[in-house]
């Protein structure tokens, strides 16, 4: 099964429920609006926006013509994916290329970071895994076993060491190495914990010390099951630090797949990676059109 099969897969249980409540209607009217409105809240698009959604699809309509649900579906569909078009970026400039992973408790970071690591190594690029979560027991242990896992560079070092100065021998040692990208992993915290937040803030200082426009990265892992919390989560964290994108792991099987739109809507922040599942291929690239057509599929056709 390919990824766009596993995604599709991953949300039918949210494109089950907004087909539920919006119907396989030919033909829309005021009850059609308010039913597509129900529907993105549902999957945790969050009110705002949906309203939002749904009056720029009404002005699509009205200056296209549209008569159908079908074609109104299809508006909509464009419309999302514009939202959730972001530019890539390039990886060549910089050597090494800094990925700063954060995130709460929980969200699995440190296997995203071997996955997309991974990921970076079939690409042919030296990777080195920097294991900046020092408070979590068996969370160096965890990062050196992706390391090996995936031909991976690997610097860290005791449990309880200042993770800003892990941050800086990796950064010394990437360089000394000719190494391509550079994946710190920092300890699980909440969202709400200044204290914590300032511990972030401090190992950006330390790395932009030694090499001053990283990290080129700052990457917050979101799991999808927790909803409108990850939003929250994200404003926090980009307010704090400053994020340049975001991963979405455990999409499989949720049905509140309009995570990603809040995010993206929201915060201005691109989705680089998903997840939908535990296996090594399950966390591939964000393609705005895929997530869209999964969520969606064919509703209003008849």
């Known amino acids: 099964m390919n990824f766009f099969s596993r995604l599709k897969e991953g949300l039918s249980k949210t494109r089950s429920q907004i087909a539920a409540i919006v119907g396989l209607k030919t ?6 609006y308010e039913s597509l409105e129900e529907a993105l809240v549902a999957a945790d698009i969050g009110l705002g926006l949906s309203q939002s959604i749904i009056d720029r699809l009404r002005q699509e309509i009205r200056s296209r013509g549209l008569k159908t649900s079908a074609d ?17 970026p390039a ?7 800094v990925v700063l992973v954060v995130g709460v408790n929980g969200v699995g970071k440190t296997t995203t970071i071997g996955k997309i690591a991974a990921s970076f190594a079939a690409q042919g690029k030296k990777v080195m895994l920097g294991a900046g979560d020092t408070f979590r027991a068996g969370a160096i242990e965890q990062l050196r076993i992706w390391a090996d896992r995936t031909g991976s560079d690997f610097v860290g070092q005791h449990e309880g060491a200042d993770a800003a100065s892990v941050a800086f021998d990796a950064l010394e040692a990437a360089r000394n190495r000719n190494v391509d990208v550079l994946m710190l992993d920092t300890a699980g915290r909440l969202h709400n914990k ?6 972030l803030d401090k190992i950006i200082r330390v790395i932009r010390r030694h ?3 990283a990290p080129h990265e700052i990457l917050l892992v979101i799991d999808a099951t927790t909803g409108q919390n990850a939003l929250r989560q994200a404003e926090v964290f980009h307010r704090a630090i400053g994020l340049t994108g975001l991963v979405i792991t455990k999409l499989d099987g949720t049905a509140r797949g309009g995570i990603a739109l809040a995010l993206a ?4 922040i691109p989705i680089r990676k998903i997840g939908v599942g535990e296996g090594l291929d399950d966390l591939q690239d964000f393609v705005p059109h895929d997530y869209v057509e999964a969520m969606f599929g064919d509703l209003g056709k008849s």
């Open 211 to 213: 090499t001053p426009l």
């Open 91 to 97: 990886i060549a400039p910089a050597k090494p290329w």
């Open 194 to 199: 200044v204290n914590l937040m300032n511990e």
């Open 72 to 88: 109104a579906f299809g508006a909509l569909k464009k419309l999302l994916v514009a939202d959730l078009t972001f530019a890539s």
């Open 27 to 32: 033909e829309f009217d005021e009850q059609f």
């Open 265 to 268: 809507g929201e915060l201005k």
